[in-house]
């Protein structure tokens, strides 16, 4: 993407933002999460609190960014918002399934927030149990600067996680798929069966594997 067509992406996110907090609004947390598909690895979700909303950095959908786009993205957001993680891992999720472990961790990247929100913007149709004034915006990440934010915080920190996994279990190949169901994840998943972060609730490995 030209630079002139993402200064204008991230200008149209920030348009979205500004009628919250023309509405009066002060303090708007964008909430978006990563690892709800992969077969493996944790679901992670963040919340962010932007501070500062002139970015030098084109800020978009992090599905949208490339790698390296993403990581200068996430420095900068590091700088100029309130972020607060929340990590659900595989063990938890085959508990109690992929849906409620995305809420907990969303709550749980809001109340670490440093600071508190008066609104909370979420991706998707639906929102988690919390006690603030939320708003779900389908297709969030595409449509605000505040979720967009919390989507490349949230794709960024799992992405370093599953390239940490990789290195403890490298035939499996994390860093290069991030626990996504490519051919060479199953394949590697049919020669050595699954290690302790894949998911055994997901299918194929519910039924293949006890």
Excluded: W
Aim: aromatic residues 8%.
């Amino acid at each position: 993407m030209r630079k002139s067509a993402k200064r204008e992406a991230s200008q149209r996110l920030l348009r979205h933002d500004e009628t919250f907090l023309n509405r009066g609004f002060q303090s708007l947390a964008g909430v978006d999460e990563a690892g709800r598909g992969p077969l493996a690895g944790p679901v992670v979700a963040s919340a962010v609190i932007v501070r500062d909303f002139l970015f030098s950095c084109s800020i978009d959908d992090s599905k949208k960014m490339s790698a390296a786009s993403r990581e200068a993205a996430f420095e900068e957001i590091l700088g100029k918002c309130f972020i607060g993680i929340g990590i659900v891992e595989p063990e938890t999720i085959d508990k109690v399934n992929i849906y409620q472990a995305t809420m907990r961790a969303m709550e749980e990247a809001v109340m670490k927030l440093k600071k508190t929100p008066d609104c909370i913007l979420i991706d998707g149709p639906k929102t988690p149990r919390l006690p603030f004034k939320q708003f779900p915006i389908i297709d969030g990440d595409a449509k605000s600067l505040s979720i967009a934010c919390a989507s490349v915080v949230a794709k960024v920190t799992r992405d370093r996680m599953m390239n940490y996994y990789d290195a403890l279990y490298p035939e499996y190949g994390f860093k290069k798929h991030k626990g996504y169901g490519t051919k060479d994840h199953m394949e590697a998943l049919k020669k050595y069966g699954p290690c302790k972060i894949h998911r055994r609730s997901f299918e194929p490995i519910r039924s293949n594997y006890k």
